[in-house]
């Protein structure tokens, strides 16, 4: 009996089209510089719909403006509703971008060069959007920029001890973090359309933006330093970042949300939903703009692969959970484990056990793994799943406290579901308007990854 | 006015290999353009001395610094609360807000090294100049030999780096 072997790493992660250095730049820079023999209409089917949501988060946001945080399902015993959970989840997407593509390059992951890009720009996008929600879910929106440390005539400081203070800053410094990343990361490629670009315009645009990189080696061996001590950087600020989300249930006295575990399982989380929508962006720019010789069904394996890891760390989280409840031996805390299981979310809990949990465990068959329809459908579950355990931890907590007279449910209203929607459609309205001015795929990395894989 | 001999190579080894022999031979390299970061090149043609990670950490620590003076100026000397006798300077919980500054502090730090090194932003430079220039972006491999003033000594490097398997070369002036 022989043992197969594997197939050549550059044939896992490339088709014979996309294996030369000047079929990348083809590939990657015709939708950008040869608009004219490029179909946009799925493009502009897209950019409609998503408008369209985008006008709707407008409405909402100028509605809730001018009437204040009432228009949402709040109530005096579920004082933080769906934007803090749109919040935790659009956080956990924004945090795995940058978390994926330093934390691969890192580990020497090569086949990170044909993701890492727009796994990048949805960071920067998810981010942002998650940074909306906070500030909406004020009583007072207008004055949130008290959360700075600034000289001000009522003589008065931020509260360094609360982590609510830290969220801000965590944010506010990753966001300005990612933008620096990407842009780095973007400069050799936006060179490269520079020298492609028939046009004036093209060229000067991307000319201005490329600060007249030349390639020399100089410029490499400075960009390399700068870029993967950014990496080494990227990991502690991520991982930083979505603890301190974690903190923000995990440091009160509530049942629930005095649980030492939720730093690294919210972190967790975090890389789970955000590898979920990476797949789905993948599958998505893999269709959109013809890359399929250079994204290939092994990605979408070996993502899968991670999905399934963090789905069993996912698992391990919730049986921690319980069995902290129960060894804690507070009434309180064995009651609300009762209740997530039979209370009045129950089906909410049973569906996010079933996504998060259940259905992953699929991705041990390699013929699930390998199909992209089976991973897309079970990534875009997983993100459901993990939406639903953003609002499962606010609700189960709040409805369920130490005083049973105080216990209410929580009913969504029609501005909870509109917000929650429209921001996705305004995530898509950033990022195909980002799809049609910059490459989507780094250009530079995966030249680099056809050389070292065919000079090994 | 300096005189530079570009020679092309078919590929990033080929150019590598010729980069790593040139000072050997007796030829002074001093550049190289690839359309993608190649490991080893850089010193091949010289190239040290990164402050990228200094400048990194300095700017990373100073804003650290500056962000928790802040804190402690706010929150011990300022405006001291004393909740239930709990410290003034309450340290661990202070900790977070320099860590997030501080590392975008050293990205910034970084970036303005990154650009002092490399002398970017420069939109023009005289390489650009040279025909097929564009191609480095893409799929050209370029090396730059500092050209021997002597006419015999030129044709010694042309046919030098013509057996190591350049491509093409030029003579350029600056």
């Not at chain 1, 935790?88 to 593509?101: F, K, P, R």
């Amino acid at each position: 009996m022989s043992l197969q072997a594997e197939p050549p790493e550059i044939e896992r992660w490339t088709e014979p089209p996309g294996r030369s250095y000047l079929a990348i730049s083809e590939l990657v820079a015709a939708p950008l510089l040869e608009r004219r023999q490029w179909r946009w209409r799925a493009w502009w089917i897209a950019f409609g719909i998503a408008s369209g949501l985008t006008l709707i988060m407008a409405i909402c946001m100028s509605w809730l403006f001018a009437t204040g945080v009432g228009i949402f399902g709040n109530n005096t015993t579920i004082v933080w509703g769906l934007p803090i959970a749109d919040y935790v989840w659009w956080i956990g997407i924004g945090n795995a971008g940058t978390l994926i593509s330093s934390m691969l390059l890192l580990m020497r992951q090569r086949w990170r060069a044909s993701i890492n890009r727009f796994a990048e720009a949805m960071t920067l996008f998810a981010a942002t959007i998650a940074g909306l929600f906070p500030i909406m879910h004020l009583g007072r929106p207008e004055y949130f920029y008290w959360l700075l440390p600034y000289p001000n005539t009522m003589v008065v400081w931020p509260q360094w001890r609360s982590a609510l203070i830290w969220d801000f800053w965590a944010i506010s410094s990753y966001i300005l973090f990612s933008i620096l990343f990407w842009y780095v990361g973007l400069i050799p490629d936006l060179a490269t359309l520079r020298d492609r670009a028939k046009t004036a315009f093209p060229r000067s645009f991307y000319g201005a933006l490329a600060l007249g990189w030349r390639g020399s080696a100089r410029h490499w061996y400075f960009y390399e330093h700068y870029h993967l001590t950014m990496a080494c950087l990227a990991v502690p600020l991520v991982v930083s970042l979505h603890s301190v989300v974690g903190m923000d249930f995990a440091a009160s006295l509530m049942p629930g949300w005095q649980e030492s575990i939720f730093p690294p399982y919210f972190v967790v989380g975090a890389m789970y939903s955000g590898f979920a929508m990476v797949v789905l962006l993948t599958a998505l720019v893999r269709w959109g703009f013809n890359l399929q010789p250079l994204i290939t069904a092994e990605h979408f394996n070996v993502m899968a692969k991670i999905m399934l890891a963090a789905s069993i760390i996912m698992g391990l989280s919730y049986l921690t959970e319980w069995f902290a409840a129960w060894y804690h031996g507070e009434r309180a805390e064995r009651w609300l484990v009762g209740f997530e299981f039979t209370g009045g979310y129950a089906p909410v809990y049973w569906c996010m056990l079933l996504f998060n949990c259940i259905v992953p465990q699929l991705f041990w068959f390699v013929r699930i793994r390998c199909s992209i329809v089976a991973v897309v459908v079970i990534a875009i579950l997983i993100n459901v799943g993990m939406w639903l355990e953003r609002i499962e931890i606010v609700w189960n907590t709040l409805s369920h406290d130490f005083l049973p007279s105080m216990w209410r449910i929580f009913i969504p209203t029609f501005w909870d579901w509109a917000l929650l929607f429209s921001s996705l459609g305004f995530f898509g309205f950033l990022y195909l308007l980002l799809a049609r001015i910059f490459p989507m795929v780094s250009m530079h990395e995966t030249r680099r990854l056809i050389y070292e894989e065919s000079h090994q | 006015m300096t005189e530079v001999l570009l020679a092309e190579f078919p590929g990033a080894a080929a150019l590598l290999e010729t980069a790593r022999k040139a000072r050997p031979a007796g030829y002074r390299p001093l550049d190289a353009f690839t359309p993608f970061a190649v490991e080893g090149l850089a010193e091949a043609v010289g190239a040290r001395g990164s402050h990228v990670r200094v400048a990194m950490f300095i700017g990373g620590v100073a804003i650290a610094a500056m962000a928790y003076a802040t804190e402690y100026f706010s929150a011990v000397i300022d405006y001291p609360i004393n909740s239930g006798g709990r410290p003034l300077n309450a340290w661990p919980a202070f900790m977070l807000f320099p860590f997030a500054v501080g590392i975008f502090g050293a990205a910034v730090s970084g970036l303005i090294a990154l650009f002092m090194h490399s002398g970017l932003p420069g939109l023009h430079h005289a390489i650009f100049a040279v025909p097929g220039f564009e191609r480095v972006s893409q799929d050209a491999f370029l090396l730059a030999l500092d050209s021997p003033r002597d006419e015999a000594e030129l044709q010694r490097a042309r046919d030098w780096l013509r057996e190591a398997g350049a491509l093409a070369i030029w003579e350029i002036k600056t």
